[in-house]
């Protein structure tokens, strides 16, 4: 049925040009959506042999094609500036996965690690310890894993055929993202990529994630000659990754909002709670916000008005970087 009235309606005025400073500059590559994490009961890729259906893996590439396909066809489309991302040269890489001690040389590098951080609840899983990987020897692991027809780096998270290639085109296209802003180009841009980065450590992949996309494109600002760096991220898990990366650093304010979920094992063995401050000279430099389940917008809101934006005007970063995982809804 159509409704129609008769009645003057007030006339729409026109639109404002679109300025320079209301566009998102996006970052996107289509072959990060050939990263397959597979399919099997929730992260697991096993197949109980029971179920006629078997669900794709939580991190799949639908839900980033559905992002793209809100910023070209839904409402803020015609404020969207599209960007053709690239993939990283493994030399990137090294800024940001380079924690530990190069001990080896080349041909040692062969051995593959799985999940090999032992945990302790007193343990202080900070130091380095024997057997943990040196920066190459975990990007060499990643690269050797590419080579076999697909390997479970850790717990839930798959480098299958075409997952690497999708890695190094999130991570080099979160760098294109940064430098945009570093040539002057744009005040804000938005690096839409998979597979994710927030969980991978220098030398530890973890919840899906192998390479630290936003802790790469931090080092970048940093040694672009940028003074500090605050990092803010609203995904509903800990992102332990990054704030692992720099939690020794006093130039990046690392401040993570998410579930107590605590320690999830041998690849995540930080815990994410408020007593997680940072060390040495970045004592003080990591805010862990863990929220009740069920906070909703007005729990995110007051812990942004009382802890985030104090924090962060305090630090007076130079660049923000915001790592905006999209899992936190009411059934996460
Ligand atoms: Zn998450």
Same mark, same amino acid.
């Given at each position: 049925m159509?409704i129609?009235?008769?009645?003057?309606?007030?006339s729409?005025p026109?639109?404002? %040009?679109?300025?320079? $400073?209301?566009?998102?500059h996006v970052?996107?590559?289509e072959?990060?959506l050939?990263?397959?994490?597979g399919?099997?009961?929730?992260?697991?890729?096993?197949?109980?042999?029971?179920?006629?259906?078997?669900?794709?893996? @939580?991190?799949?590439?639908?839900?980033?094609?559905?992002m793209?396909?809100?910023?070209?066809?839904?409402?803020?489309?015609?404020f969207?500036s599209?960007?053709?991302?690239?993939?990283a040269?493994?030399?990137?890489?090294?800024?940001?996965h380079?924690q530990?001690?190069?001990t !080896?040389g080349?041909?040692?590098?062969q051995?593959?690690?799985?999940?090999?951080?032992?945990t302790? @609840?007193?343990?202080?899983h900070r130091?380095?310890t %024997?057997?943990?990987?040196?920066?190459?020897?975990y990007i060499?692991?990643?690269?050797e894993?590419?080579?076999?027809?697909?390997?479970?780096?850790?717990?839930?998270?798959?480098? $299958?055929?075409?997952s690497?290639d999708?890695a190094?085109?999130a991570?080099g296209?979160?760098l294109?993202?940064?430098?945009h802003i570093l040539?002057?180009?744009?005040n804000?841009?938005?690096?839409?990529?998979r597979?994710?980065?927030?969980?991978?450590q220098?030398t530890?992949?973890?919840?899906?994630c192998f390479? $630290? $996309?936003a802790?790469?494109?931090?080092q970048?600002?940093?040694?672009?000659?940028?003074?500090?760096?605050?990092?803010?991220?609203?995904?509903?898990?800990? !992102?332990?990754?990054?704030?692992e990366?720099?939690?020794?650093s006093?130039?990046?304010?690392t401040?993570?909002?998410?579930?107590?979920?605590g320690?999830?094992?041998?690849?995540?063995p930080?815990?994410g709670?408020?007593?997680?401050?940072?060390?040495?000279k970045?004592f003080?430099?990591?805010?862990?916000?863990?929220? %009740?389940?069920?906070?909703?917008?007005r729990?995110?809101?007051?812990?942004m008005?009382?802890?985030?934006?104090?924090?962060?005007?305090?630090?007076?970063?130079?660049?923000?970087?915001l790592?905006?995982?999209?899992?936190?809804s009411?059934?996460?």
């Amino acid at each position: 049925m159509a409704i129609s009235s008769t009645e003057a309606v007030p006339s729409t005025p026109d639109p404002k %040009p679109i300025s320079e $400073n209301d566009i998102l500059h996006v970052f996107w590559h289509e072959g990060m959506l050939k990263h397959d994490t597979g399919r099997g009961v929730f992260d697991t890729g096993m197949d109980p042999g029971f179920l006629d259906v078997l669900e794709n893996h @939580p991190e799949n590439s639908n839900r980033v094609k559905n992002m793209v396909s809100i910023l070209k066809r839904g409402p803020i489309a015609p404020f969207v500036s599209w960007h053709q991302g690239r993939p990283a040269l493994i030399s990137e890489l090294l800024s940001f996965h380079t924690q530990g001690i190069f001990t !080896g040389g080349i041909s040692e590098l062969q051995r593959i690690f799985i999940c090999r951080r032992a945990t302790h @609840p007193k343990d202080t899983h900070r130091t380095t310890t %024997p057997g943990l990987p040196t920066a190459i020897q975990y990007i060499n692991e990643l690269v050797e894993a590419d080579k076999d027809e697909g390997k479970i780096i850790c717990s839930g998270t798959f480098l $299958n055929p075409g997952s690497w290639d999708a890695a190094l085109l999130a991570a080099g296209t979160t760098l294109s993202a940064m430098k945009h802003i570093l040539d002057g180009h744009a005040n804000i841009t938005y690096a839409l990529v998979r597979p994710p980065g927030h969980h991978a450590q220098p030398t530890q992949a973890d919840g899906y994630c192998f390479l $630290n $996309n936003a802790g790469l494109a931090v080092q970048l600002a940093l040694s672009s000659g940028l003074k500090n760096v605050a990092v803010i991220d609203i995904d509903v898990h800990y !992102g332990n990754g990054t704030a692992e990366g720099f939690y020794r650093s006093d130039r990046v304010l690392t401040v993570s909002l998410h579930m107590n979920h605590g320690s999830w094992g041998p690849s995540h063995p930080q815990n994410g709670t408020v007593d997680e401050l940072g060390e040495d000279k970045g004592f003080g430099y990591n805010l862990n916000i863990p929220l %009740p389940n069920g906070s909703g917008d007005r729990g995110y809101a007051h812990a942004m008005n009382e802890l985030v934006v104090p924090a962060v005007k305090k630090f007076e970063p130079a660049m923000m970087v915001l790592v905006v995982g999209q899992d936190s809804s009411a059934v996460s």
